[in-house]
């Protein structure tokens, strides 16, 4: 399996995963098909809604003997009219609510060289809603099934060509999910699925889901996609996408149309209690709820679920848009004004995980940040911003909310002056030596800003802005970068601020070559030196520490160390 991040904003990315041929662009939605009645075929799926992954189960193929169907037809794809990735889930949801599963782990592990699919699950045993010591046997029985699942999976090559999932159980008791997630990661799987949500789901308890989801990120490898199994509420995609979710699978869409419920963003309605739609997609409106309120149980169910769908893709085209702009907490803040658990679940994860949050949070944003309420004080961002404050020391400050004192010379960088709060009133003007000093300063170590003397300013003829900085013999230093306010030094520039920037360093002679070609930096050949944060400017160097180049980090110290493929480093110069 490839897997390499393309973009990303908070703890969210787009990501590329690809196997045998394939690719799928991550974040997505795996929608649910039931192997005895397909509601909306996947070949329909596929050519109405372009949808990329869908999720059977495997347990109901075997029992209700589908598998002699699909084993004629050559797999599931052939079985199915479908030929993007299709996974396949055990059986384990079914036992969440009270089923009994009548086959082993093996017979699961063995069907799927018959069904062929993309990614498989083993059966594991999910945690569900037991106390503490039942739990923790599901989560010790789960460790012994993925155990005998990588035993059967290294002896057949059939088996091998699948990416294999790896659950980790514990439910809400954090320190089994932590052990598990733990001791699952050591397996190596391919993707890692978080079980036993579902219940937490349905009283709508985001906060204890979102406690589960950060316990095992942040003890799982960033270089593998998360999955949250049973988690496809609109409303709430966005919130886990922030949190690190690449994955999540969506039957909602078909189990509220068997109810007569329509999905929204705002809520969810039933059918009968509605005078109009509240949408324009290509069903309604074209139709009023009284047309699909005559229409035949069967007809009204189809057209319902395709409407969920809609709103479903719909709102997952908006978070990779948020992402691709930086606005995804933006985002997120909007959506959780649709229920108050929600909100709730997100003022105190931004307030409890900020630290680790912050790692993975740009440190720049095409975007402005916009106060939503009082949950923006805790974003990641402001926190992070805060945190390097402490450290300069500047003869001017003004007060900016909510970062507080602010050096008077960051008035016009990120995120101080692209922040919307209330209250905040605009600086006519600071002197241009005091915003080149405290922006060098804030962006790179403190004391870099005594490090450029003598220095003459260019402005924009425009906007009256600082744009070019050169030094008393007209060689330009950099450029203030007119969207965020941030300095890019030009070679001269770096030769002064070598000391200041994060660097990190390539040991392979033939990995200089290629970089010195002017090519974007891959992660396998680098190793991080400092704390970096994704969107910093960063000194590439070799062993004896010469420059070889510098750039824009794509990704983040961890990362660094773990993922094995992708470009870490965008390339700017070359030296």
């Not at 394939?22 to 809604?49: G, H, T, Y």
């Not at 923790?136 to 099934?145: A, D, F, H, S």
């Not at 949070?361 to 990641?380: C, D, H, L, N, V």
Request: aromatic letters at 10%; a positive charge.
């Amino acid at each position: 399996m490839n897997f390499e991040i393309i973009d990303r904003d908070a703890a969210g990315r787009i990501t590329k995963l690809e196997n045998n041929g394939k690719k799928l662009i991550l974040p997505d939605v795996a929608i649910v098909i039931d192997p005895n009645k397909n509601l909306i075929a996947p070949k329909e799926l596929s050519s109405n809604f372009k949808t990329k992954l869908i999720i059977t189960n495997s347990y109901l193929i075997k029992k209700h003997n589908i598998d002699v169907k699909i084993n004629e037809s050559g797999g599931l794809h052939n079985f199915f009219n479908f030929n993007d990735f299709i996974m396949t889930d055990s059986g384990a949801y079914q036992t969440m609510f009270g089923g009994k599963i009548k086959t082993s782990n093996k017979e699961i592990i063995n069907l799927q060289k018959i069904l062929k699919p993309d990614i498989a699950v083993f059966l594991d045993v999910p945690s569900a809603d037991l106390e503490f010591k039942e739990a923790k046997k599901t989560v010790k029985e789960t460790l012994k099934r993925a155990k005998e699942c990588k035993e059967l999976v290294i002896k057949d090559i059939e088996l091998q060509k699948i990416l294999w999932a790896g659950p980790i159980q514990g439910g809400s008791h954090l320190n089994l999910l932590k052990k598990s997630a733990t001791e699952m990661n050591k397996l190596d799987f391919d993707i890692y699925p978080v079980g036993s949500i579902v219940p937490k789901l349905i009283r709508y308890d985001f906060l204890t889901v979102a406690e589960m989801i950060l316990t095992c990120k942040q003890n799982i490898d960033l270089n593998k996609p998360i999955h949250a199994f049973g988690l496809g509420l609109p409303q709430a995609l966005s919130f886990f996408t922030a949190l690190g979710v690449d994955m999540f699978d969506c039957a909602a869409y078909a189990l509220f149309a068997y109810d007569d419920r329509y999905m929204s963003l705002e809520g969810t309605h039933y059918l009968r209690d509605l005078k109009e739609f509240p949408c324009n997609c290509p069903l309604c409106s074209k139709s009023e709820p009284k047309d699909i309120l005559e229409m035949e149980k069967s007809e009204r169910e189809k057209w319902l679920a395709k409407h969920n769908l809609y709103v479903t893709y719909g709102e997952l085209k908006t978070i990779r848009t948020a992402i691709r702009e930086n606005w995804l907490w933006e985002l997120v803040q909007q959506r959780a004004r649709a229920h108050p658990n929600l909100l709730f679940a997100l003022y105190h994860i931004l307030k409890k995980y900020s630290k680790w949050l912050m790692c993975f949070e740009p440190i720049t944003k095409k975007s402005a940040i916009m106060w939503s309420g009082e949950e923006t004080a805790y974003r990641p961002e402001i926190l992070r911003a805060i945190k390097i404050l402490r450290k300069i020391k500047s003869s001017k400050k003004i007060n900016i909310s909510p970062f507080g004192k602010v050096p008077a010379g960051l008035y016009g960088v990120y995120p101080f002056y692209q922040s919307i709060f209330p209250y905040n009133k605009k600086i006519r003007k600071i002197n241009p030596k005091t915003v080149i000093k405290d922006t060098l300063n804030f962006q790179f170590k403190s004391g870099a800003g005594s490090i450029i003397k003598n220095f003459k300013i260019e402005f924009s003829k425009n906007t009256g802005k600082i744009r070019r900085i050169y030094d008393k013999n007209n060689n330009l230093l950099g450029t203030i970068r007119a969207y965020d306010g941030l300095f890019l030094p030009t070679k001269e520039g770096v030769k002064l601020l070598k000391n200041y920037m994060k660097k990190v360093i390539v040991e392979d002679d033939d990995a200089i070559k290629f970089i010195k070609q002017g090519k974007s930096i891959f992660v396998k050949f680098i190793k991080p030196k400092d704390e970096i944060y994704p969107g910093e400017e960063v000194l590439v160097i070799d062993k004896k520490n010469n420059i070889i180049a510098e750039g824009k980090a794509l990704l983040n110290t961890i990362e660094m160390n773990q993922f094995k493929r992708g470009v870490a480093i965008i390339t700017r110069l070359i030296f």
